[in-house]
């Protein structure tokens, strides 16, 4: 059995305690795990100590593929080392290393000694394929690692936070979790289920107006992602309804319940949209404009509004007018990927029309400035300062994918499919800019279309 040797290292500007624990907590397999070949997590124990175990299922190509892995060895700021016990490998053992610098500054290395299976013939076949996506995989990793470490130190806090959320199993609310676990914070998730209480979880019914707070401790703040999907099906008078009521409803009981308690949460962050705006066509759009007067339009000002309790309360309150979130694990992104990587493709209508856009890590990363900086309360725009429009994003992304982009799916095909509900997402054109992200001091981690692309894809 030939085994192969490959490292990736990089320096991080963070103490190498720092970076040693945020492998250590929780959440830290899914921050690392990458959005165009995403993991799911079977099970897990023991963290990353001698012994502990955990249990993935990798959807890397049409067949997922089940990978089992044992933690033998655990140095506290210096190594730790997991084996594969089963997966697609003959051997693979893995060393993260970590290099003190200075108080500042620290290396990492991950070195994997790996052998394929079916020698040697799946050597000759699998190597280069191996090795190419092994980079991709370790590269992503180390820019993810680094950024968000860059972004917890610049929050540093004495005391971690309690945090509430709605909507963690959604898109966004999947990512932040681990984002914000990783960084020490203790995440409690409301759900509308029968709760594990061991996983933080409590119960609520917004269409019944139940929510109970009285035995869930402390909260420092409250994230409140979660609405019916407004992108999917057609907009009939029953589809409006839940749109509303899964905004309005879940927002207001929200918003009286906190405004309410002893010791009220200092801020409370409201997911909107960028619908707010409407259909605007080339005008530039910061928060101090007026909503617009399409159906998007007022279920977002309904579902602003619905915080006026928390406000009153003098709770911080912000709300967060959410752009195109991009992902190719859902969203725009997600049901685009296909039929680019297809080579059928292509721009929507004239695509003159702007689509204000943000990838996932920044949506994440801006949440996460707006948590904590203090001056920030009412609306703010989740986007980044360069929007594009239609034709510029089927170009880039048809560029990165190296394929054609030749086709345009015809305005009329987009109202006959998907009637108001297309009109006002696909063929609407609303140009946004980030304002308040802008004048607080946010740094994007990627600001050009071109550049987020290929760090969510892996073609860097």
Not at 269 to 286: P, T
Request: contains cysteine; positive net charge.
């Amino acid at each position: 059995m030939k085994t192969k040797i490959f490292k990736k290292q990089s320096e991080i500007n963070a103490p190498v305690e720092e970076v040693f624990k945020w492998h250590a907590r929780p959440g830290a397999i899914e921050r690392l795990s990458p959005p165009w070949d995403p993991l799911e997590i079977i099970s897990q124990t023991g963290g990353i100590h001698i012994g502990a175990e955990v249990k993935m299922r990798l959807a890397a190509g049409p067949i997922p593929i089940k990978w089992h892995a044992r933690h033998v060895d655990y140095q506290e700021n210096i190594s730790f080392k997991d084996l594969q016990v089963k997966g697609p490998f003959s051997k693979w053992i893995h060393t993260h290393r970590f290099k003190d610098l200075d108080r500042t500054k620290c290396i990492l290395e991950d070195s994997i000694e790996y052998a394929l299976p079916f020698h040697p013939l799946g050597t000759v076949v699998m190597k280069p394929f191996v090795e190419k996506k092994l980079k991709q995989i370790f590269t992503y990793r180390h820019n993810t690692t680094t950024a968000d470490i860059a972004d917890h130190l610049s929050h540093k806090q004495k005391n971690p936070l309690r945090i509430l959320i709605s909507g963690a199993s959604g898109l966004l609310g999947s990512t932040l979790i681990p984002f914000l676990t990783t960084g020490g914070h203790h995440v409690m998730q409301l759900v509308r289920r029968p709760p594990n209480k061991k996983r933080g979880e409590i119960q609520w019914d917004p269409a019944n107006g139940r929510l109970d707070l009285d035995n869930a401790g402390p909260i420092d703040a409250v994230i409140h992602l979660s609405g019916e999907n407004i992108g999917e099906g057609h907009w009939t008078r029953e589809k409006k309804k839940r749109i509303i009521d899964s905004r309005v409803q879940s927002t207001r009981l929200i918003s009286e319940t906190i405004s309410k308690m002893k010791s009220p949460p200092r801020v409370f962050l409201s997911a909107s949209a960028i619908g707010y705006y409407g259909h605007r066509e080339n005008i530039l759009l910061d928060e101090s404009d007026k909503p617009g007067k399409d159906f998007i339009s007022e279920v977002c000002h309904m579902w602003e509004t619905s915080t006026d309790a928390a406000v009153q309360a003098g709770i911080r309150t912000t709300s967060l007018r959410i752009g195109i979130v991009l992902s190719p694990q859902g969203g725009a992104l997600g049901k685009l990927l296909l039929p680019f990587q297809m080579g059928i493709g292509g721009k929507i209508s004239t695509g003159k029309q702007y689509m204000s856009w943000i990838g996932i890590d920044d949506a994440v990363g801006a949440i996460y400035h707006v948590l904590f900086e203090e001056k920030i309360s009412g609306p703010v725009n989740l986007v980044v300062p360069s929007p594009a429009t239609n034709k510029e994003f089927t170009h880039v992304l048809a560029k990165v994918l190296s394929r054609p982009a030749c086709f345009t799916v015809p305005a009329l095909a987009v109202n006959t499919f998907f009637g108001e509900m297309g009109r006002e997402t696909i063929l609407s054109s609303t140009r946004v800019k980030p304002g308040v992200l802008s004048e607080t001091g946010y740094s994007f981690r990627h600001p050009d279309l071109e550049g987020a692309l290929r760090h969510l894809l892996g073609k860097t």
